[in-house]
């Protein structure tokens, strides 16, 4: 078993930054692909960004690039999500999780590929 734990959420106006991060414990998660995740009110969780086990590969949603920049630190057992020129549509909860050992790097924009999930960290972009 893995636990996460997401924090760094918080209130910003539009065009601000936020960095989260999502500490891994139980074990370790390098090695594992790992992913952010995002739900807004209303709407269906859909992917943001994922990085590969090594940390050599990411890959990032549409709406994303350009802005948010995945990371991870295998030292720390964490990964992060730096967040900047920030909007309004960014509101959401965001969530980290653990793929399986061993998924292909395209599964990972895949939410039914990812075993543990973090509780989620809330986000708000005022206007």
């Known amino acids: 078993q893995v636990q996460l734990v997401e924090s760094g959420g918080g209130r910003v106006q539009a065009g601000g930054s936020l960095r989260l991060s999502c500490a891994a414990s139980?074990?370790?998660?390098?090695?594992?692909?790992m992913g952010w995740f995002r739900q807004a009110p209303e709407k269906e969780r859909e992917f943001v960004a994922s990085?590969?086990?090594?940390?050599?590969?990411?890959y990032y949603a549409d709406s994303a690039k350009g802005r948010f920049t995945i990371s991870r630190d295998n030292a720390k057992n964490a990964v992060y999500l730096q967040m900047n020129s920030l909007k309004p549509e960014d509101t959401a909860i965001y969530y980290c999780?653990?793929?399986?050992?061993?998924?292909?790097?395209?599964?990972?924009?895949?939410?039914?590929?990812?075993?543990?999930w973090g509780q989620g960290t809330q986000v708000t972009v005022s206007s």
């Open positions: 999780a653990v793929a399986r050992y061993g998924s292909s790097w395209s599964s990972l924009q895949r939410k039914d590929v990812y075993d543990y």
């Open positions: 139980g074990r370790t998660v390098n090695g594992y692909g």
């Open positions: 990085i590969s086990g090594a940390g050599g590969l990411t």
